[in-house]
């Protein structure tokens, strides 16, 4: 089985945020990471893969950006992927994204797409679902249990309070969330290496438009300060929750 | 034209968020002088679906077909796409939890609609479309303007809240058209977390961090939940521990949520965990080090040992419990 998995380019989850006259995000100075739920995402393709080397025949990450994103690409080589694509564009939406993935796939024979379920920086939770209906292919969300036995997928997904397991057709579209795996691969001195040496294919992207406009963007007003009280005093605590707060 | 919402059932019953959303829609379809639409999905009886027409819909339309029983993505999608143009819907709204997230951005390329997700208050301007919405876990506000002439929105739950507006019942059904391309995924099993209030759902969260020290100290966390009728979560380094299972963890790759209260026990606030809980109405932090962050974002904040504040705090409950 071949296996794409989707990586965005996001600022790293500790950034402080800016803004350029409150119209574009300010990216100076800002460390770039793979988008954790992307990375959760690749991290359990190698896992699959690793464990059976048998059932996957490679293992592709693709991004949507321009070229500053490629580090972040070369990361995910570093983590275990095969090869890696950059469609060269400037997104202004995730529809924009969603289109210019599925002009690529279309070319090529997928069998599992993965997506994270939404990325830190636009909190869309959109790429994943948008791709699949553009492809027709089917979709799975909020996957946390991903694994591959004699050539059949099994699938959990979280629903409000539990959990399906699902069976689909191939190729599909997963969009994955937590639970998937533990924690995120962290490449090993020998896969910054070798990462150095993989495929970066950049492609042009095609032409598109998109269905949103982010025209302005703010900070939120600082809160008010604490109220502070004295941990002897708890009941004081209770009292100001259901008489000020009024929220016990 | 109309504001059409897909309101979710579970095993035949509407839970607080498909009120919730009723009441958001309601709101939206004021600004636009028009009215409201509520999908359902599924067997639900008469005198459910009728509760939907209090909080405000005008319209309910009911699908029951032996296909649509579990959520298949590519189906559920093409049915609310088909509700869409025979009700000639401008905006169409899914609360955004698991099944939202998972259908509205097939309908939005499916109707060329532009879409904005986790949205917490109604359109600022709705010519052009113009509203608000978190981003960069929620560390800043963005306006969107949506400039398709279907929009489609999902509301953040419990952000907006309830709202009655009673209309008259008018109830319709209707019979989609399914195909075999769209019935690639199967349901195969079910399982169901029974006994537990979920954390999106719940009005009061009480959660615990790593200044508890060891699952073993949770007992507290329990005893305070259930006498608020609250629900419980973790941050993530304790789900990573597996002191809790990961579907308590709250923050920026956990459960975003937006309770009434949420009470952070031994939670230092880092800015990921701040990211899944900024949207709570009263945050109560509890912490011995005075300088941790999560007093930043607190309004209410106590600097001790958490399990010692606890049970001072259990008694308080209850002595307020027992005069009310």
């Known amino acids: 089985m071949k296996i794409l998995v989707c990586i965005n380019n996001v600022p790293d989850t500790t950034t402080k945020i800016k803004f350029v006259n409150n119209t574009a995000f300010d990216s100076n100075g800002v460390q770039w990471i793979i988008n954790p739920w992307d990375e959760l995402a690749l991290t359990r393709a190698i896992e699959i893969k690793e464990a059976q080397p048998s059932e996957i025949e490679n293992i592709t990450v693709i991004n949507v950006g321009l070229a500053e994103a490629e580090a972040t690409i070369r990361k995910a080589l570093a983590i275990g992927a095969d090869n890696g694509i950059r469609i060269n564009y400037d997104a202004k939406d995730s529809f924009a994204v969603a289109y210019q993935l599925a002009e690529y796939i279309k070319k090529e024979n997928y069998d599992i797409i993965l997506c994270g379920i939404e990325s830190s920086d636009y909190n869309g939770a959109n790429v994943g679902g ?28 979280e629903i409000d309070g539990g959990q399906e397991t699902l069976s689909t057709q191939l190729p599909f579209v997963g969009i994955v969330q937590k ?22 294919l950049v492609i042009e992207a095609a032409s598109c438009e998109s269905l949103t406009d982010f025209i302005e963007f703010e900070l939120p007003k600082p809160k008010a300060a604490c109220k502070k009280i004295d941990p002897e005093n708890v009941r004081e605590l209770v009292q100001l929750l259901h008489n000020e707060a009024k929220v016990i | 034209m109309s504001v059409l919402i897909y309101t979710e059932n579970w095993d035949g019953k509407f839970k607080k968020l498909s009120f919730e959303l009723v009441s958001y829609a309601k709101e939206v379809a004021k600004k636009l002088n028009t009215t ?66 998972a259908i509205a951005p097939r309908l939005s390329v499916k109707l060329k609609a532009g879409l904005v997700t986790a949205v917490v208050a109604t359109p600022i301007t709705t010519e052009p479309f113009v509203i608000a919405k978190k981003v960069f876990t929620s560390k800043a506000y963005a306006k969107v303007s949506i400039k398709s002439s279907i929009k489609i929105l999902t509301l953040l739950q419990n ?31 079910v399982n169901k977390i029974s006994g537990k209030i979920l954390l999106t759902d719940a009005d009061i969260v009480v959660s615990g961090g790593r200044g508890m020290k060891g699952p073993e100290n949770w007992g507290p966390i329990e005893e305070l939940a259930s006498l608020l009728g609250a629900g419980t979560a973790c941050s993530r380094p304790v789900s ?6 990961h579907d308590e963890h709250t923050g920026q790759t956990g459960k975003i949520i937006a309770p009434t209260l949420y009470i952070a026990c031994g939670i230092s606030g880092a800015i990921q965990h701040l990211g899944g809980v900024s949207s709570s109405k009263c945050i109560v932090a509890i912490n011995k080090d005075p300088d941790a962050p999560i007093f930043e974002a607190a309004d209410y904040g106590i600097v001790g040992d958490v ?18």
């Open chain 1, 179 to 200: 639970g998937i795996t533990k924690e995120p691969k962290i490449p090993s001195m020998r896969g910054i290496m070798t990462a150095r040496t993989k495929q970066l």
């Open chain 2, 240 to 245: 990573d521990e597996g002191w809790r299972s």
């Open chain 2, 36 to 101: 409201v639409t509520a999908l359902s999905i599924g067997n639900v009886e008469e005198t459910e679906l009728k509760k939907l027409s209090i909080y405000g819909a005008n319209k309910i339309i009911t699908v029951t077909n032996a296909n649509l029983s579990g959520l298949n993505n590519q189906a559920y999608t093409s049915v609310i796409a088909e509700i869409t143009v025979k009700e000639n819907a401008s905006v169409i709204a899914f609360a955004h939890n698991n099944t939202g997230k």
């Open chain 1, 130 to 157: 948008m791709l699949s209906e553009i492809l027709e292919f089917p979709s799975v969300s909020s996957i946390s249990h991903l694994d591959i036995k004699e050539g059949k997928l099994i699938l959990k997904r």
């Open chain 2, 159 to 189: 952000a907006y809240g309830l709202n009655e507006s009673p209309e008259a019942f008018n109830l319709e059904t209707f019979e989609p058209i399914l195909n075999e391309s769209m019935l690639k995924t199967t349901v195969l099993d």
């Open chain 2, 307 to 324: 399990l010692k504040v606890l049970p001072d705090m259990i008694t308080a409950v209850k002595e307020l419990k027992a005069l009310s």
